[in-house]
């Protein structure tokens, strides 16, 4: 059967890795996390105290390092020059510096080299910022998710408590607003619906129901 590449987009905590991790898993199809490869930059880059504006010393960084996505039965680990980092890219400072290492052009084109590479042969379900726009422009099916960003930070906020971290909801919505907003006004590939991409707004969807959308739209497009 004919293998076609995914590519999902949208803001923070839209569920676009939820989602994506089922409908890769369901249609066999590889699961790619792009935010995941920014965010082990953005990690190993505060821990060699390398300034977030230093695009030169974070290009450098970033050729130097091997960020490895390895299939789990959690969804996905994250190896980061072979160290598991599967849950540190997830804790705060880095969710809050990781826009800033994002936005450089030279960093983004290496990540966007490697993305590509991921996906050449298709079966890859890739989710991001700039997947649709820039990454995978001929992917056979583009969807942006949304959900209102008071939903969105419920769903963080719901998630951060059942891990039994600390959480505060007001605070959670600010982060989420703030990075969504310089993801979408930087001006290297900026977060942004594709012409071509389904809109799916999940505010009021369960995952469920998310994931039978993907599915039903991914089966329409392999079977054309
Ligand atoms: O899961 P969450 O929505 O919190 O974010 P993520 O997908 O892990 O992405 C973390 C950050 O990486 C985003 O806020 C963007 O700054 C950046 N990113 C990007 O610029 N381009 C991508 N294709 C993916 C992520
Ligand atoms: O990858 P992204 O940042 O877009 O979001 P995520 O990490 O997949 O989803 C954020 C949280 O929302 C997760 O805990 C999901 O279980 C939850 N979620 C939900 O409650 N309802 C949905 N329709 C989608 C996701």
Request: net charge negative.
């Amino acid at each position: 059967m004919k293998k076609i590449n995914i590519a999902i987009d949208g803001p923070a905590a839209a569920g676009k890795s939820t989602a994506a991790k089922k409908v890769a898993e369901k249609l066999n199809y590889i699961y790619i996390d792009t935010g995941a490869m920014y965010r082990s930059l953005t990690y190993k880059a505060l821990q060699h105290q390398i300034d977030v504006e230093d695009e030169k010393a974070l290009t450098n960084l970033l050729v130097a390092t091997t960020i490895t996505l390895l299939p789990s039965d959690e969804g996905q680990v994250v190896l980061v020059d072979g160290e598991d980092v599967t849950l540190k890219i997830r804790e705060r400072d880095v969710t809050n510096s990781v826009s800033f290492v994002a936005k450089h052009q030279t960093v983004r084109e290496e990540m966007v080299r490697r993305q590509k590479e991921f996906a050449e042969d298709g079966g890859v379900v890739m989710d991001g910022r700039d997947i649709g726009t820039h990454v995978l422009p001929n992917a056979e099916l583009k969807i942006f998710l949304l959900a209102s960003v008071e939903e969105r930070a419920l769903r963080r906020h719901a998630e951060n408590l059942a891990k039994g971290y600390e959480s505060d909801l007001e605070q959670l919505k600010a982060e989420i607003a703030k990075r969504d907003k310089l993801d979408s006004e930087r001006a290297i590939s900026p977060l942004r619906k594709a012409d071509d991409a389904i809109e799916l707004d999940t505010t009021s969807m369960t995952i469920e129901e998310v994931v039978d959308k993907m599915l039903s739209l991914a089966k329409a497009k392999i079977t054309e």
